[in-house]
């Protein structure tokens, strides 16, 4: 069974930087379209970027373009997200999956940006 691992997450201040990490175990995903999302409490959670199997093409939610860049190294199983110019309004848990979440969801690594 797959398990996937984020990592990476912490408290920054506002225009900081932060790279998450979402390695997995279990299988391969070197295949697979996979994305990240988030999840602040009380919403539902949404998709921040996805990034192809072959690491081509990316596309991101509008909040967040410009800032987020997603990239993935297959060799070693693992999806990041670089996140740049944080806001307060980035503050969630962030997790990865392929996009139709067909992977069991991980712990996912918390992301606090102080203003």
């Known amino acids: 069974q797959a398990q996937l691992v984020e990592s990476g997450g912490g408290l920054v201040q506002a225009g900081g930087s932060l790279r998450l990490s979402c390695a997995a175990s279990?299988?391969?995903?070197?295949?697979?379209?996979m994305g990240w999302f988030r999840q602040v409490p009380g919403k539902e959670r949404e998709p921040v970027a996805i990034?192809?199997?072959?690491?081509?093409?990316?596309t991101y939610a509008d909040s967040v373009k410009g800032r987020f860049t997603i990239s993935r190294d297959n060799a070693k199983n693992t999806v990041y997200l670089q996140m740049n110019e944080l806001k307060p309004e980035d503050t969630a848990v962030y997790y990865c999956?392929?996009?139709?979440?067909?992977?069991?969801w991980g712990q996912g690594t918390q992301v606090t940006v102080s203003s």
């Open positions: 999956n392929t996009p139709r979440a067909t992977l069991i």
């Open positions: 279990g299988r391969t995903f070197s295949s697979s379209t």
């Open positions: 990034i192809t199997w072959a690491g081509d093409s990316s």
